[in-house]
């Protein structure tokens, strides 16, 4: 989901509660703050010696643990916040929005939007991580099948990553 899509969502629908959904049945707590927005600039090189450069929007919610609330925010309060952070840092809108969250029972990640359902009261954001990928596997010689783990060194082109 690019950025610019999250925030209409929030105009479109400013009285609904905003919930993210973490893991299957596990949502962010009520109360929870966004601490952070993060214009992130990726400029990498992998495995293959294959270079690569994007830019995301990382949004951090935290859970403050002294605050007990059955009050979720709303659509219209995040929007607000997010607004007064593009009018000191403006932010990257044709961009993938990612949110970084944990608590003491899941590790810190950033997430991946993976749907939206939006009913009479709340906007529930269904996030997930995507898991790690060799990007170079045609350079390094990886296919389908497991490689064998070997002593050679392994180098582009070698058949490991």
């Known amino acids: 989901m690019k950025t610019k899509e999250f925030l209409s969502i929030l105009k479109e629908q400013p009285n609904k509660k905003l919930l993210f959904e ?8 009520p109360g929870y703050h966004i601490t952070e927005i993060k214009n ?40 607000g916040i997010l607004r007064k952070v593009d009018r000191i840092k403006p932010m990257e809108k044709d961009v993938e929005v990612k949110f970084e969250y944990s608590n003491p029972n899941f590790h810190t990640a ?10 009479k009261d709340a906007i529930i954001m269904k996030l997930g991580v995507e898991k790690t990928d060799c990007k170079a596997k045609e350079t390094c010689g990886i296919t389908s099948e497991p490689v064998k783990a070997s002593n050679a060194e392994c180098t582009p082109g070698g058949g490991c990553c």
Not at 22 to 29: D, M
Not at 110 to 119: G, H, K, S
């Open 22 to 29: 973490y893991r299957s049945g596990k949502f962010v707590a």
């Open 40 to 79: 992130v600039t990726v400029d990498a090189v992998d495995c293959g010696a294959g270079t690569d450069f994007w830019k995301e929007t990382v949004i951090q919610l935290w859970e403050d643990p002294k605050e007990q609330t059955d009050h979720y925010m709303s659509a219209e309060k995040a929007l």
């Open 110 to 119: 950033q997430l991946f939007v993976n749907d939206i359902i939006v009913d």
